[in-house]
């Protein structure tokens, strides 16, 4: 277990190190992270609209801080490009983010098209029972992405990675608000990057 948990924490400052220096991205992980934890609760009450939760406030908040606010450019901080940090990142790097997102957006349009999916999910006839139908959807494609990257890490990386990695990704709410709670204030504050001494060329 002592393994397990340095292990763990290596992750969480490999995470924070390479893909968090903007206050921006800092407070949207922050937002998200409280969305997230909202979601958790309401899966034991609503597990569709957990799920509408969890996508449409907690991963567009969190994925909107990584494309368009995080420095993309050469990391001085840590003397690393962004492609070595793309090749090391051990869960969805911003390609296979562009592609799970991608199958996001699609989610709705298919179900509109064919109401039930096929036979996989409910089908709908009216906007309440649509959500209803997108949101498990959701949620299926939530599960499903974890669980593949989990896998594919046994793979890739060992079964101890895997396991770390999904345990990371599940308690990363939670450890989001305590690591990025005072990030909008300091952003209020004129504090654009964690580092005022960072320069990325983007």
């Known amino acids: 277990m002592k393994d397990f948990f340095e292990a763990l924490r290596i992750q969480r400052w490999d995470d924070h190190r390479y893909y968090h220096h903007c206050r921006i991205n800092q407070s949207l992980h922050f937002l998200s992270a409280m969305a997230f934890v909202v979601a958790y609760a309401m899966l034991f009450i609503q597990p569709a609209w957990a799920a509408l939760i969890a996508w449409m406030v907690s991963m567009t908040s969190r994925q909107a801080g990584h494309f368009f606010f995080e420095p993309l450019g050469y990391d001085h901080v840590n003397q690393a490009t962004q492609e070595f940090k793309e090749d ?103 504090q654009r990057f964690a580092d005022q001494d960072l320069h990325v060329s983007s």
């Open 88 to 190: 090391i990142k051990v869960g969805y790097n911003l390609r296979r983010k562009v592609v799970l997102l991608s199958v996001w957006a699609l989610l709705p349009l298919a179900i509109f098209m064919n109401p039930g999916l096929f036979g996989l999910l409910p089908e709908h006839d009216s906007l309440a029972g649509f959500l209803d139908a997108v949101g498990y959807a959701w949620l299926f494609l939530g599960i499903t992405a974890l669980l593949f990257r989990t896998v594919h890490l046994f793979f890739l990386q060992g079964v101890q990675t895997g396991l770390v990695w999904m345990t990371k990704i599940l308690t990363d709410p939670f450890h989001d608000i305590y690591l990025y709670h005072k990030a909008p204030l300091q952003l209020l504050r004129g």
